[in-house]
């Protein structure tokens, strides 16, 4: 017993080493950490025979899947489909569907057997949440369109991903019957963690949030009690740990769970990661060389026009219909979760398990170069993309042709809205450009004459009429889309007053040279209205408990809006 402990132990150390190490370096690199852990496991295992008894750690792996879970069931807002909700679920959906037949007839016709084929179409019809999530977070892009898009799309993925991971785990053939069956079991074990999280949960939690410690042990309790009950009707522990989330997603204390929860979830995720390293067969890419090819293909290539292609169905333009497109272009974990799933259960050879393993972590790789670089390219594919031109976005924008506005205002995020209040006297010369359906939405709904788009396009400069404007206000954080629009006013109008917004010093020292009359540092001017506030309450100038009142209504106001978050043109 006591070298049983001593081998789990060395063989933790080795990990966590290794992983330290490897992950240190890419994080240097700009990697994902996903393929450092992936990557350790390689060298672990395959490459340098270190740990040649994996069970252990792959024991251990199955919580990291119940962890992973666990806090995209937590984290998963229902509500944040509001906004896109046709496109984000019926498109979703049939996005779904069709990348799943496409990836299944492929497969068929590379000599795989009928139930390896749907292995490889349910991995080419799931993108990485927790990838997407992180890349669209780091960039600020979760409140823009394509960002509320791609997140509605996951969100839909990830419940169609655990229906079907219900299926795939719960029978060894498919037939109506037992598809049948699995649809009644997810319909009811869904209708449990409903009602738990309605009537059972609240309660509990309010009483256990008093303590740190019981909160933890708590949700930890609720997410093995989940996990365990379902793997004893015969489903995976990862269905039952991902309902689990769902039911405390909607508690008030649902951020100190996730919390409290990381920590652990990191660190049984690595397991997990590196076990995939170390069941990974390095022959697999000689031997499958030709479908690992054609399967990289359908995800990185066919993929991307699935989905811009049905999102433009539901009247979004080409640029956002691109970039949602652009960051769900990866094979995300439930396909990784599946074929684990599926090796166990002997539905798929090691082989393809190794193929599918390979796919995830050169798409998810790919995907963080796609969205790090998505303006290149989408001004490289522009005119090919025209074709996605005939679709209109009707009902985003309100701009009479008689119309010849006199202000312009780029981008309505914290700064913009507070600019457009100040003018609502001249609302009928102010025209907004903004990114999110939301913003247009409502100040159409104030008056205001507004266009949905990208405020680089030349159609939507043409509409600016820059050479008669009065003054041009851009809150938009990117300085090269800001010099671009610049320099295209001042070619034709020298008189406009012009206000920009910059991210440091050295943005805001260039629009001055291009001929700015003034640039705005968003993050300085917390402090300076900080400053002026404490200025103001030492003169007894302001009565602090008034002006926190009418902060709070003004916040009320514009969460009402969709302007919880920033949004970022």
């Not at 640029?319 to 396909?335: I, Y």
């Not at 003018?423 to 247009?440: A, F, G, Q, R, S």
Request: proline share 2%.
């Amino acid at each position: 017993m006591v070298g049983v402990d001593v081998g789990l132990f060395l063989e933790l150390g080795i990990i966590i080493i290794v992983a330290a190490l490897a992950a240190f370096i890419l994080r240097l690199l700009r990697q994902p950490q996903i393929l450092a852990y992936v990557l350790v496991g390689v060298l672990i295992t395959p490459v340098f025979g270190l740990i040649v008894d994996t069970s252990l750690i792959e024991s251990m792996s199955l919580i990291g899947i119940a962890f992973l879970l666990f806090i995209v069931g937590i984290e998963m807002d229902l509500k944040s489909l509001k906004s896109v909700l046709l496109v984000s679920t019926l498109g979703s959906v049939l996005q779904t569907v069709i990348l799943f037949v496409t990836g299944y007839l492929v497969a068929l016709l590379l000599g795989f057997l009928s139930l390896e084929a749907a292995y490889i179409g349910l991995m080419l019809a799931f993108s990485s949440t927790m990838v997407v999530m992180k890349l669209l977070s780091d960039r600020k892009e979760l409140a823009t369109l394509h960002g509320r898009i791609a997140i509605g799309t996951l969100l839909t993925q990830d419940i169609v991903a655990i229906f079907a991971l219900s299926i795939m785990t719960s029978i060894n053939g498919v037939n109506t019957a037992l598809l049948a069956i699995a649809f009644v079991k997810f319909l009811i074990l869904f209708g449990i963690a409903y009602l738990a999280s309605r009537f059972l949960f609240p309660e509990m939690f309010k009483f256990a949030a008093k303590n740190q410690e019981l909160l933890l042990i708590l949700s930890l309790a609720v997410c093995f009690t989940f996990s365990l009950s379902f793997s004893y009707i015969g489903f995976p522990v990862a269905i039952g740990a991902f309902l689990a989330g769902i039911s405390l997603g909607n508690l008030e204390y649902h951020i100190e769970i996730i919390a409290k929860m990381k920590s652990l979830k990191d660190f049984f995720a690595l397991l997990f990661f590196v076990s995939l390293g170390m069941g990974l067969s390095l022959g697999v890419i000689q031997k499958m060389w030709f479908p690992l090819i054609i399967i990289l293909v359908l995800v990185m290539f066919v993929k991307p026009l699935v989905i811009m292609t049905i999102t433009s169905l539901f009247k979004y333009t080409k640029k956002p219909s691109f970039l949602t497109a652009n960051s769900l272009a990866q094979v995300g974990e439930f396909s990784l979760i599946l074929a684990a799933q599926g090796l166990l259960l002997k539905h798929i050879t090691q082989d393809l398990f190794s193929l599918i393993v390979i796919t995830v972590l050169f798409t998810i790789t790919t995907t963080s170069y796609y969205v790090e670089y998505n303006q290149f390219f989408f001004r490289l594919l522009k005119k090919p993309l025209s074709i996605f031109d005939r679709f209109t976005t009707q009902g985003l924008e309100y701009l009479p042709s008689e119309v010849r506005p006199k202000i312009v205002l780029c981008g309505h995020d914290r700064v913009g809205y507070s600019i457009l209040r100040s003018l609502h006297k001249k609302k009928n010369k102010v025209l907004v450009i903004d990114y999110n359906p939301e913003v247009i939405n409502h100040v159409v709904s104030e008056g205001y004459h507004s266009i949905y788009g990208d405020v680089t396009d030349d159609e939507i400069m043409d509409k600016m009429n820059l050479k008669e404007l009065s003054m041009f206000i851009s809150t938009i954080p990117r300085v090269k889309d800001n010099i671009h629009l610049l320099r295209k006013l001042r070619e034709v109008n020298k008189r406009a007053k012009v206000i920009m917004t910059a991210n440091d010093i050295d943005e805001s020292f260039k629009l001055y040279e291009l001929g700015a009359d003034y640039v705005v540092l968003p993050h300085f001017l917390g402090g300076e209205h900080v400053s002026n506030l404490i200025d103001k309450i030492h003169k007894k100038k302001i009565n602090l408990k008034d002006h926190k009142e009418k902060h709070i209504k003004h916040l009320h106001h514009r969460k009402k809006m969709g302007h919880a978050h920033p949004t970022h043109h």
